[in-house]
């Protein structure tokens, strides 16, 4: 029988949704903390700062998925650090096969590039799907409010793109020729009248034009999210590829969770595998077809697999 | 019209600069930009559209562009 002095009593909901990552050294633990979209009220770092003081290691870990890690932590504080991170409105993440927190940019509040409200939606697909399990392994979910992608979408399990499509007035248009040199796409061409001459093709949808245009003559007529799926890195990276374009921001949790569903039953029976893997097996036909069913409108026409990512390492390859 | 040279002054130092030459006119006034092509080209118009002022025009030179802002009053 255990000394009733050296019993630890842990309460293990706390750690359903994972979080809590083995360190090096005995009884001690990587708290991972939930921060969607890494951004932080300055109450709640302080508080966070605080937690880390007390039970850490003297320092905190900035993870590549913006969150904040404390380091060290012994499991028998979990109860502990779990209330007095809650009393300051923190929560701790996830790891293992589930819907993990999702990653943004600063979105459009104040960033002169941003399009969309990346910022809003992952706070939404937290609050929705968060901690999901997927049954097979890890769905990473990102926001880059513009094409620029710092968050790099595309090497998300879904990662979502701000974009507009502009269209222009040409009675408003003074043919200041601002437009066209600042399209860094080459889809804004001057015609032989002076005035702008859009090649659809080329547009990226970065709204460039609309944000550069002095009277407004360009406008934003369609906002929302372009849509790539299957991205991942680690050993074997693959890089995500569209699905759909101009999906509404108010759609993208109803999106996430049918792609959910397709992974979930296309990989029962696989094991351990990412959807970007699922997809090179079943062919990207069968997810578009999965999508269309409920997006028609913003599912495209057809798209390519996952792009394999040569690593040159390992599998005798050089 | 007034001419501010900002070839060779990289960003954001050109955009800075471009500021604080408007704030020498009166609103309603133009002045003109010599702007680098690349990001100079690109960013300066947009910002000083996003600080209230009115782009007029963009013309090629050679080797860099002239744009054509008119001072907006508070």
Redesign the interface.
Same mark, same amino acid.
């Given at each position: 029988m255990a000394d009733d002095n050296k019993t630890t009593t842990i309460d293990l909901n706390n750690l359903k949704a994972g979080g809590f990552i083995k360190d090096q050294g005995k009884d001690l633990f990587t708290v991972r903390l939930r921060v969607p979209g890494g951004r932080m009220a300055v109450p709640r770092l302080k508080k966070i700062a605080e937690v880390a003081e007390k039970y850490g290691a003297g320092f905190v870990h900035l993870s590549v998925r913006q969150s904040i890690e404390l380091i060290n932590v012994n499991f028998k504080n979990f109860d502990a650090v779990t209330a007095e991170l809650g009393e300051g409105g923190q929560k701790v993440a996830s790891c293992g096969a589930r819907v993990r927190v999702p990653t943004a940019c600063g979105g459009c509040e104040y960033n002169p590039n941003g399009l969309v409200d990346t910022q809003a939606a992952a706070l939404e697909v937290d609050r929705t799907l968060f901690g999901t399990p997927t049954d097979h392994h890890k769905f990473k979910v990102s926001f880059a409010g513009c094409p620029f992608d710092c968050p790099k979408s595309a090497t998300n399990d879904v990662g979502f793109q701000g974009a507009i499509w502009p269209e222009l007035d040409l009675d408003d248009c003074i043919s200041c020729g601002l437009c066209t040199k600042s399209c860094s796409e080459g889809a804004i061409e001057t015609g032989e009248d002076g005035k702008p001459a859009f090649y659809p093709d080329r547009c990226t949808y970065c709204g460039d034009c609309v944000k550069v245009c002095p009277t407004d003559a360009w406008k934003s007529v369609k906002k929302g999210y372009t849509v790539r799926i299957g991205g991942k890195w680690g050993r074997h990276p693959l890089v995500g590829t569209l699905f759909a374009t101009f999906l509404p921001e108010d759609r993208v949790v109803e999106f996430i969770a049918a792609v959910l569903g397709w992974y979930k039953e296309k990989a029962a029976g696989l094991g351990r595998i990412r959807i970007g893997d699922v997809i090179l097996k079943e062919g990207p036909d069968a997810l578009l077809t999965h999508l269309r069913a409920t997006f028609p409108e913003y599912v495209v026409a057809k798209t390519i697999p996952p792009q394999v990512i040569e690593t040159q390492v390992g599998k005798g390859q050089l | 019209m007034k001419t501010i040279d900002l070839r060779g002054v990289s960003c954001p130092t050109n955009f800075v600069k471009a500021k604080l030459a408007l704030e020498m006119v009166d609103a309603g006034e133009g002045v003109e930009f010599l702007l680098d092509d690349g990001e100079p080209?690109?960013n300066v /118009?947009?910002?000083l559209? *996003?600080e209230g002022h009115? /782009?007029? *025009?963009?013309?090629?030179g050679d080797g860099y562009?002239t744009l054509t802002i008119e001072k907006v009053g508070e």
């Open positions: - | 080209v690109k /118009p947009r910002s559209k *996003g009115k /782009p007029l *025009g963009l013309k090629e562009y």
